[in-house]
């Protein structure tokens, strides 16, 4: 599952001209879907368009559709590079007993395998020429995710380069590189 990022009202991080978030997230996400089908792997995006989407509808839609991994695509600064991002739960919360987990932290089984697949990741982000780091955040929805689950931000070196197809292509391919392995460490479905 493919989480083009922001969307409709919310535009996210707004970059020196008139370069957006959601609209780098989204050509990104479309990228990176057509790399993952070159490769034989069915991916979705969680928005096809300029559309409005809440954090927990993103979590509930992923989980309904039991993703083998989840992935949530930002753009940020400062910085240079990618980072990405892996899920903390609240330290303290132990589940209550019964059927369900308490929201705040459904990621809790998918965990180590949410770390397998930032260490996929990460070398052939690096292997592409970008600069990588793993990071850890409670970030929303990535703890309301019950598959493995990252997010990945980029870190533009300008905001000019957020328009660059070059880019978005070395981005998805490599992405789209560590997924793959990330499926097979992890074991997810075709």
Not at 152 to 170: G, K
């Amino acid at each position: 599952m493919i989480d083009p990022s922001h969307g409709g009202d919310d535009k996210g991080a707004v970059f020196a001209g008139k370069s957006r978030e959601k609209d780098f997230t989204l050509a990104l996400g479309r990228e990176l879907r057509r790399e993952l089908e070159e490769r034989g792997i069915t991916a979705r995006l969680l928005r096809e368009t300029d559309s409005n989407m809440s954090l927990e509808r993103r979590a509930e839609i992923t989980n309904e559709e039991h993703a083998s991994i989840y992935v949530s695509l930002h753009a940020g600064s400062p910085g240079k590079g990618a980072r990405i991002y892996m899920p903390a739960l609240p330290f303290a919360q132990a589940p209550s007993a019964g059927r369900f987990l308490p929201w705040e932290i459904a990621q809790r089984n998918s965990l180590d395998r949410s770390k397998l697949v930032a260490k996929a990741v990460l070398p052939e982000l690096r292997k592409a020429g970008l600069q990588a780091v793993i990071l850890t955040t409670p970030l929303r929805p990535l703890n309301n995710v019950t598959a493995p689950a990252i997010a990945v931000e980029w870190a533009p070196e300008s905001p000019q380069s957020l328009e660059s197809q070059r880019l978005r292509t070395t981005l998805a391919s490599a992405l789209a590189s560590g997924l793959v392995q990330a499926r097979e460490r992890i074991g997810a479905r075709p």
